[in-house]
């Protein structure tokens, strides 16, 4: 092992001159700012190699467990920033490129972000990734090398355009590939049964299509680099990469139709599935993933132990959501096909070696696939997933006396639509522990979705409420009030989160007030430059800064802020004697492509930000703003700004959220229901710090059962059918007046997701808002309290809960 390198910055600057000249070929004075990142982001690089390799060595020779992490996303944003804050390089770097007259903060914007992810369950898996190096839980994340990942947005004529995320055009300097690490993956072709003489009967699958999965490792630096692990992610290619009979014949195009379909597999994050192609490719894209993972860690184990049959303990498998749920399929087939298992000891072996997060109540997110579909491209495995089918009905029936419906709602195979292989059940049953992600979250998975399954494996369910790394989402984004936080209460907090909760006996002394507001300004004024940059609108940083930024859904309702902005829009104009408190609402967020209702609902803010923003009567009151192509740097700008967080989901259907973690840490105070991890926020920061309104879970479920709808509600409510009024008007598309009426008819018939139910709870609340911000001591008091009653929600906590509970990795971090 190398010894350890200098950190000084004289050191660093001619390790970057180095890089810049020997490892991009550019004398100092021809070079770009591209060029200053790149060489920065090598010579940071190599101080992580180090640690790296030291963390995989101690893994090895303690023969420790690990834990591979499944997840279709791992949204880590930019790299740069966040390997010199773990590794306390900050200042020794930014003083380094001073020498150069490189200003760092210019450069690191020049970093793209990593296109792996969409919104919550992404950006999850990446804190988790992170808290996992810093609590030293040995790990490996295993996901996809997308080349162009979820799409760029770009707002044309209130639209949203869904354009290819370039991310890796030019590269990506912190993945190492790995050529030995490349595995075969089948899809279709046949199964056949061998029967040998003295053997029992055994099956081999002879896929018809065979492509590569090639490995490409990115280190994971933990706080204070005292650990590194593994983000481990596949690219597709093919095995065949140009059939060159084919293109001698003349056939240029179908000389590389093989390939473009391998390379298909791993172009694009959540291609549109409204269409056949689009399932296939879907469930292509989890299999793929899932069995190369599965094979690289039966590889891995195989390297340092003489066998399989301690595969649990020493790995413990966590399943992000559904999308890896086929691995469960996949591990019998190599225990039982591959590596000669009898079925029984693999069925033990696989269920000890899985656990699944689930993330969802919604049961259409709960994936399903046609079994027509699985069983051409996956034959083996959904022979497989009918075996372990039977085994389950099998208990349900003989151990536990269910019988008809409850047999049905257990079954891995719905039979009702089309008959389809349901990926939730399968996950659940191939598992040991199933986790919700909010104490809500995890009572209501019990009572709906896996009712049943519950009933049948009581012991299996258990909570791990969700968390987010203060690393990044205070320490890294908030450098002003992490500067004031180490001032007035030391700078233990941050080896310690819940030493936050010293900055609660500050939060009524007026000076320490006044400059933790006067810090919460000057991101204002951040953001409102980002804004105008942007978008040219202009933005007034005293306002207040009322934000949602997450996944566009109508169950997360955005619809009901902006039907909120249309009736606030309205009683500026119908009432100026009133002392209205100036107020901008700004949302950004993408909508899935084929989710039409979703884009309608961008559209619409965009029509009434135009109207709004360009109506002199309110200029200087309100502002409506949808920033286009929300990724993790625009987040780290976001919620350091915000004065309101909205997190306004139909109750008991938002799993946990982790925004209003983010923003809350911040010093934001937060607009709700009691759904997701809101409940437990409510809890720690206390009910007089923040803003609850809106039906429960129960009284959600119960208006379902009556076939609600909204007709009755917006009628009796001028307020709300006013603003619906503006809306089927065409008040704010006069160039299509019909155009939102498929939203505003929604409410009228039915109201399933309760915008109607939760308007005038939700109206006088904002007015609450209103009240208390004409009060800035008061505002400012609850603000504080926010940030510092915070720490229980850090991903270090819900780690240390995972490795203790489900993981059992024996790491006292």
Known sequence: MAEPRRNDADTLALEILEKLTYAIGKDPAAARRHDWLQATTLAVRDRIIDRWF????????????RVCYLSMEFLIGRLLRDAIDNLGLTVEVKAALSRYDVDIEMIELLEPDAALGNGGLGRLAACFMESMASTGVPA???GIRYVHGFFRQEIVGGEQVELPETWLAHGNPWEFERRESAYEIGFGGKVAAIDEPGKPPRQVWR???RVLAVAYDTPVVGWRGKHVNTLRLWSAQSLDPILLDAFNSGD?????REANKAEAITRVLYPADSHQAGQELRLRQEYFFSSASLQDIIRRHLSQYPDLSNLSEKVSIQLNDTHPAVSVAELMRLLVDVHGFAWDAAWTLTKATFSYTNHTLLPEALETWPIHLFERLLPRQMQIIYAINAQVIREASQDKGLDGAKIAAISLIDENNGRRVRMG???????????GVSALHTELMKQTVF?????????RIQNKTNGVTPRRWLMQCNPGLTSLVTEAVGPAFMDDIDRLADLDALATDSAFRERFMAVKRQNKARLAQVVEDRLAISLDPSAIFDIQVKRIHEYKRQFLNIIEAIALYDQIRSHPEIDWQPRVKIFAGKAAPSYAQAKEIIHLINDVARVVNSDPSVRNLLKVVFVPNYNVSLAEIIMPAADVSEQISTAGLEASGTGNMKFALNGALTIGTLDGANVEMLEHIGAENIFIFGLTADEVAQRRREAHSGR?????TPLLRDALGSIVKGVFSPDGVERFQGLVQNLYNND???????FEAYWKTQRRIDDLWSDQPSWGEKAVRNTARMSWFSSDRSIREYAKDIWRTGTDA
């Open 712 to 716: 009755s509600i917006i009628d009796s």
């Open 140 to 142: 490996f994340g295993y």
């Open 54 to 65: 030291k963390s995989t060595h101690e893994i090895y020779d303690k023969q420790q467990k």
């Open 425 to 435: 059940q399968l996950a659940f049953a191939g598992s040991h522990t199933i986790n």
């Open 752 to 758: 399933w997701w309760m915008i109607a139910a939760d």
């Open 252 to 256: 240029h195009i179908g000389a590389v």
């Open 207 to 209: 896929p018809a299509e």
């Open 451 to 459: 009712h049943n399954l519950h009933e049948l494996y009581p012991t």
